[in-house]
């Protein structure tokens, strides 16, 4: 038999996976993510799709597979939105998806899920599930962000409009969960729970371990958020494995470590492998963030703003940690504690309410999702004004999007941690320069920034493995055939495996790969 994969998206840029998998009649995706750098090149913060015209604008513009039957019905506004596809060439059809593997819940890897129909199985583990609800639930509405639950539309005068919130609930998507057969009741009540006034139907998650015709296993790996996986699908050719994103440096590089071993006993036959991080150069550790930031705030008198990644956990733990030690308490938005509290209805090493407080904003308009984070921690809110009157007590967990809550706290003496990656693209180097802008207006030392070749490395360790990671777990797993993806540089494993008996495949976008 001959096992199909097709790339539609994810090559030679990073982000935006989506490869489908076609063998012994199942079909599948691997990832159906945000493809933002293809994405930034049509649309940025005020020019976004048209949620009105449905699927038109994304496949216009190349950002979905042009792929009948996959998408959602109510997301269809004309059948002329075929006759725009971008990729003609790739136009086809496909009768029965068998579902897709989602490696975790960030929104390049997960985002366009949101296009699909809502009763096609999501694969994955229970964290992902649970952080892509809590990611929905608090975040603005969006037809492109709708992964856990749909919004229903209708077709009112050639445009798409939400039905009455009154009579038509949400529509769940179908998780299926690779890691647990059973469920807890908090959890079953987490996902029946609308953020807003629209009820949200039913949909209790199920378990199974294959899609279609294909075995599938799942192995928990280290990354920059929790709930990450590798997964390995059972082909008529033999053991393919897809490692979605993943690190060995972090806290949990131990469930890496056991990846990779028990991939090499499969003995597999493909490899599809991220790339993100293509220089040999070793990574900083998530320890030694911790020892570079405590080292600075030991003994530091005045406000301290720790700003990282959304949804980093682990480097919020790390700056828990740092607050202990250094005689402070930590201070999260009220998304965090929205998430963190999802998250400890599956992992209890995920902080509780007693560790860290909450910062009110003030606000007029406030959503359902944050009243409920309001009035569950009640007891631990803190605002402006209790930041401002006790400088030396906190550490707030801020970015540049809570910049402008420095004008109400108006601090007397400041330090300010850059603990996220460097800018990726023009907008956020823009937005770099602006929150330089702030920091000097309010005479805030600014430490890390990432044009500062001093700084940049000394307090963010990076949610992938380096070059020299990457090429050694290749060489432990052994695959008979290489396919590097979610890279912009998949030229580097040609030119580093040179000698290795794997056979190294670069797809182009688009194009299918017979195996």
Known sequence: MTLKITFYDGIRNIGGNKFLVEDKDTYLFLDFGTPFSKRYQYFEEYLNP?????????????????????????FICSNE???????????????????????????????????????????????TSVISKAIQDSTQASFEWEVA????????????????????????????????????????????????????ASLPPTYANKIGNLGLRYFPV???????????????????????????????????????EEARSLKPKVLILEGTRTDLEPCIEEDEVFNNAAAILKDYDGLVIADF?????ERLITFLEIANLTHRSLVVNTKDAYLLAAMRLIDHEVPQKDKFYVYKEAKGAIPIWEQRVLSKFGDRLITARDVHSNENDFILCFSFWEINELIDI?????????????AWNEEQRLDLERLRNWLSYFGMNFRGDPENPQEKNLFHASGHASGKELLEIIKEIKPEILIPVHTENPEFFAQNLKGEEIKIRLPEEGETILL
């Open 410 to 422: 108006n601090p007397e003496k400041g330090i300010y941690i850059y603990s996220a990656s460097e």
């Open 309 to 313: 990644g959304p949804r980093n956990i």
């Open 50 to 74: 048209r949620s009105i015209k449905g699927l038109l604008d994304p496949l216009a513009m190349g950002l979905l597979p042009p792929i009948k039957n996959i998408y959602r019905e109510d």
């Open 222 to 260: 280290d990354h920059s958020i929790f709930g990450a996986g590798s997964y390995a699908l059972e082909t008529s050719i033999g053991w393919l494995i897809y490692t979605g994103d993943l690190r060995l440096h972090g806290k949990r590089g131990y469930l890496t470590e056991r990846f990779i």
């Open 81 to 127: 939105v075929w006759k725009r596809v971008k990729r003609k060439d790739l136009l086809r059809s496909i009768d029965q998806l068998d579902g897709v593997i989602l490696s975790h819940a960030h929104i390049d890897h997960s985002g366009y899920i949101s296009f699909l129909r809502p009763e096609l199985p999501v694969f994955c583990s229970q964290m």
């Open 149 to 200: 639950y749909k919004t229903p539309r209708e077709l009112e005068s050639d445009i798409l409009k939400s039905k009455d919130y009154r009579t038509h609930p949400y529509n769940p998507h179908r998780f299926v969960f690779v890691d647990q057969e059973s469920t807890n009741d908090s959890i079953m009540e987490f996902f029946a729970t609308s953020s807003t006034t629209r009820p949200l």
